[in-house]
């Protein structure tokens, strides 16, 4: 690096050497803080002087030879004799003859750099060599770094008392030396705008600058300098390895410093080092003139992260706690003094325990899991049994279900057996029972549930109580029924449950298990003039819930219960505007187990809403942060759509997978089992086999009438008995399932009754076929559910090439094919590109889709018959369409030729080449007798739909 606003040294140094040439010599002592330039400066001038014709000779110090004997002295002089060197008046006359010898009759420049690094016996001979010189021809310069002590007090003693030598102190660089410097990189005037950001990071250090520059070169546009330094591995390699050069007191004030952080004051740190004040003050002036501190606080960050993290300093944890024990007797801030114990990894004091429970409580009830955990891990591991630690427990299981769920299993396992054994205060208590819950251990959770006290109508155990009461009634109906009494009991003496957090009972989610307060009946079929009321009152007081909610319920019972509650009303964005809210605040707090059940609250938005892409994507986001065997009875929700979207996009081996994953037997007792049971009754409908399919959706719906939630909009599950029944050849019993959906309470939502209209379309005449599917697709086309729409067109496709609409089949099947291949439905896309789109046939295939979904063979049926087909020839072509007969290639490619492709769009259609098309194309137009493209759909003719 060049010199940067060092002239008036050069200057002086040159004056120097000019004395010295006329018979004065002359002896230099460049000190300064580390790092400032003081070698650079010293290298500079040596070389100026080798390049005038006079001798140079150099020697440095070094910290691993300062025990070494002579170490320095050696490098002047190699011919030093044993007898010399045990005899220091002769040793400095040898030394000296020789050093002059050398210079035959020129200036000798002598430079010893790290002086302060210096042995014992090798600085003896440089004091006789100060001493002697004074009339010689020689300058010796010598460099030193400032230490909080002198470390070599003869040399300074000895300067201060001879006249013929010189002190030059270097300070760091200004903030114009600084733009100097970055004028080199960029533009004078960007270099002017920046210094003072450069300067006030490093202090114009110019060894901190160069490792800055050396990191952000390259970091910006086209490895330009950037704005503000990038402070890198570099840099704080650099910024350590200057720490330590700098002695073992500055070294250690910069380690105190960096170990009480913000909270670092001259008293505090000379108490925590055991130091005289004195001496810290000088210690700080050489760290804040060598560009690490600006008074007591490190002017970049990654200088103290890099102090923190030095392997060599191994007193680390020693120092936090000494820390904590200043603090907490100075009454500092209890997180702070918690930092201290955790970054300790001790708390064996008997204060310490108790201040890392209040840190820990606080911390959860900001919802910061994490710092509770390494807070409540600590406490834990030192605390005695007895109350204290079950409460610690507690409040470990609590913090972990925010943070990881699957880790809260290790501590319950402990909370059960202290239940065992001793028995649990109310608020541990309530934890095992909402825990046991969750993972659907009923038995367990309503013993501990029963031996428990009695519960007080207020505080923090009355409220887990009331939203405990609420969440086993929407999720547990069955169970809720046979403790509802324990509810009651423990929440009487005239406790106003409302104030504490019991929701009223929704209208669709949440069964009357007993006569709700007010409102409409939750479950009960609305008129047409009540239901809009019901609905807004559901969407209303899941709406108040939220907006009252803070994110400190480690069970996320209360806002999770709510956000499906407008699902199930069909406020689709409403919830997602919820969900996108709690998932911002759960992802800045690192709140796993939020984050999962809100990406699998999303994917059933998007399941409802058709869109089973999203639907899939969101239900693994959910497995990613919970591990399914976390989930407990809840996996139904996220297991669900995985299954479903693996259906719809035509993966069985996929959908069975999910199928096979072990689930709670308890999960099938909750509601969170009815989309299972929905989901596994589509895939085996999609698999063919209509008689499993129609068993789960018969228990899905004896359930839902068992628990009083029968509600279409949540299940409609009449519709998939109904499309079984069909594939089963009962026709009446489906009609009369869909005649029952229709009539029940949500049965005349719009989607609920656009599937049941598909549904109905399969099992009557052509002619009415086309009505009730034209129906479907405008409810589903208002309603924006994707996947429903996408099967109702295809099926209109079909109804259309009955009744000899071939305009209509074609226009319809586009549309259809376009929203096929949005979803990824791979069944239906392959019904409807090329074959369906076209209206001809395409070759036969053993995995052919029915326009109902399911799988069956091509075969012929009998003219007159509900979907019968035209006849198919073996290679695929119509027979009766034309005189000749396509081959299955030809006609795939005559397909796509008719819808408009280019032959080069073919050919990547088919995986096969261009001149490949032209030679199908040609010989297609001879068979056809067609000329042109535009030809092709006529002659092609129409393949008639299965029913």
Not at 248 to 275: E, K, M, P, Q, S
Not at 636 to 659: K, M, Q, V, Y
């Amino acid at each position: 690096m060049e010199l940067v606003e060092r002239t008036k040294e050069m200057r002086s140094l040159d004056q120097f050497l000019g004395e010295a040439g006329a018979g004065s010599g002359r002896v230099v002592l460049i000190s300064g803080p580390v790092a400032t330039g003081k070698t650079e400066l010293s290298v500079a001038f040596s070389r100026k002087v080798a390049e005038s014709g006079a001798r140079v000779i150099n020697a440095f110090g070094s910290a691993e030879e300062r025990d070494i004997p002579l170490a320095v002295l050696r490098q002047l002089s190699v011919d030093i004799t044993r007898d010399e060197a045990a005899d220091p008046y002769r040793l400095t006359r040898a030394i000296s003859g020789q050093l002059l010898d050398a210079a035959g009759g020129l200036p000798l420049l002598v430079v010893i750099d790290d002086v302060h690094f210096i042995d014992s016996a090798s600085l003896h001979g440089v004091l006789q060599l100060i001493r002697r010189i004074r009339t010689e021809r020689v300058m010796l310069l010598m460099t030193h770094a400032d230490h909080p002590t002198p470390t070599v007090p003869a040399l300074h003693a000895e300067l201060l008392r001879n006249p013929h030598c010189h002190r030059m102190t270097l300070a760091p660089l200004s903030a114009d030396g600084v733009a100097q410097l970055l004028a080199r990189d960029v533009d004078a005037e960007r270099a002017a705008r920046w210094a003072g950001d450069w300067h006030a990071l490093t202090g114009g250090n110019p060894l901190l600058l160069r490792a800055f520059r050396q990191e952000s070169l390259g970091a910006g546009e086209s490895g330009s300098l950037t704005a503000r330094p990038v402070a890198g591995e570099t840099f704080t390699d650099v910024a350590l390895a200057c720490l330590h050069r700098s002695g073992a007191t500055a070294l250690d004030v910069a380690r105190g410093i960096a170990v009480l952080g913000h909270d670092v004051t001259a008293d505090l740190l000379a108490r925590l080092l055991g130091a005289d004040l004195v001496e810290l003050h000088r210690a700080v002036r050489i760290l804040n003139s060598g560009g690490f501190l600006q008074s007591l606080r490190f002017r970049h960050p990654a200088v103290r992260a890099a102090v923190l993290k030095d392997p060599a300093f191994d007193r680390l944890p020693a120092w936090h706690y000494a820390a904590a024990e200043l603090l907490e007797a100075e009454g500092g801030a209890p997180d702070r003094v918690a930092e201290h114990l955790v970054a300790a990894d001790r708390a064996d004091a008997p204060w310490g325990i108790s201040v890392l429970l209040d840190v820990a409580g606080e911390a959860l009830r900001r919802n910061d899991g994490k710092f509770a955990l390494r807070c409540l891990e600590l406490a834990h591991s030192q605390s005695p049994p007895g109350p204290e630690r079950t409460e610690i427990i507690g409040m470990l299981v609590r913090a972990e279900w925010q943070v990881s769920p699957a880790r809260a299993h290790t501590y319950l396992a402990e909370l059960l057996d202290i239940w065992r054994e001793q028995g649990l205060p109310d608020r541990e208590a309530l934890t095992v029972v909402k825990a046991q819950l969750w993972y659907g251990r009923t038995a367990e959770a309503i013993e501990v549930l029963k031996g428990t006290g009695e519960f007080p109508v207020d505080g923090d155990a009355a409220t887990d109580l009331a939203g405990l009461r609420s969440w086993v009634r929407a999720s547990y109906p069955d169970l809720f029924r046979d403790i509802e009494s324990l509810f009651e009991r423990r929440l009487s003496h005239g406790a106003d449950v409302s104030v504490i957090g019991e929701p009223a009972p929704p209208a669709l989610s949440v069964p009357p298990v007993s006569p709700a307060p007010s409102g409409p009946a939750p479950g009960s079929a609305p008129a047409d003039a009540s239901k809009g009321a019901s609905e807004r009152a559901l969407v209303r007081h899941a709406e108040s819930v939220l907006r009252n909610y803070r994110m400190g319920d480690w069970w996320m019972a209360a806002p999770s219960a709510a956000i499906l509650d407008l699902v199930y009303a069909d406020q689709p964005m409403r919830a997602e505007r919820w969900c996108s809210r709690l998932l911002q605040e759960a992802e800045s707090r690192g709140m796993r187990g939020w984050r999962g059940l809100i990406h699998a609250i999303r994917g059933e938005i998007a399941r409802r809403g058709g869109r089973i892409l999203q639907a899939e994507e969101s239900s693994r986001a959910a497995f990613d942060q919970v591990p399914p065997r976390s989930w407990g009875v809840m996996v139904g929700l996220p297991l669900a759509n995985l299954i479903g979207a693996a259906t719809a996009r035509g993966a069985p081996e996929e959908a069975e997978a999910h199928l096979e994953r072990s689930v709670p037997e308890a999960m099938f007792g909750t509601r969170f089992g009815l989309h299972y049971l929905e989901a596994q009754g589509h895939h085996n409908l999609a698999v063919g086999r209509p008689q499993a399919a129609l068993r789960h959706f018969l228990i899905c719906g004896r359930r839902m009438a068992g628990w009083d939630m029968d509600a279409p909009v949540l299940i409609p599950w009449r519709t998939g008995v109904a499309e079984a029944l069909l594939r089963l050849g009962d026709r009446a019993g489906a009609l009369r399932h869909l005649d029952e959906q229709l009539e029940r309470p949500t049965g005349y939502h719009p989607r609920v009754r656009a599937a049941a209209l598909r549904v109905r379309a399969a099992a009557v005449e052509p002619r009415r076929r086309v009505s009730l599917l034209r129906e479907a697709t405008e409810l589903q086309r208002d309603w924006r559910h994707d996947f429903e729409l996408l099967r109702a067109l295809a099926d209109l496709s079909c109804a259309y090439q009955h009744i000899g609409e071939q305009h209509l089949a074609r226009t319809t099947a586009r549309r259809a094919w376009h929203l096929a291949e949005r979803c990824r439905a791979e069944p239906l896309a392959r019904r409807l590109l090329p074959s369906y789109a076209t209206g001809q046939a395409p070759p036969q295939r053993d995995d052919a889709d029915g326009p109902s979904g399911r799988r069956e063979e091509h075969r012929r049926e009998r003219p007159g018959e509900p979907g019968a087909s035209a006849d198919v020839g073996q290679d695929g072509a119509r027979e009766g369409g034309s005189d000749a007969v396509l081959s299955a290639a030809e006609l795939r490619v005559a397909e796509l030729a008719s819808l408009g492709h280019t032959n080069r769009q073919i050919a990547g259609k088919l995986y096969i080449t261009v001149s490949t098309v032209e030679q199908h194309l040609t010989r297609v137009y001879r068979k056809l007798s067609v000329s042109r493209r535009a030809d092709l759909p006529d002659r092609l003719g129409v393949r008639r739909c299965e029913a």
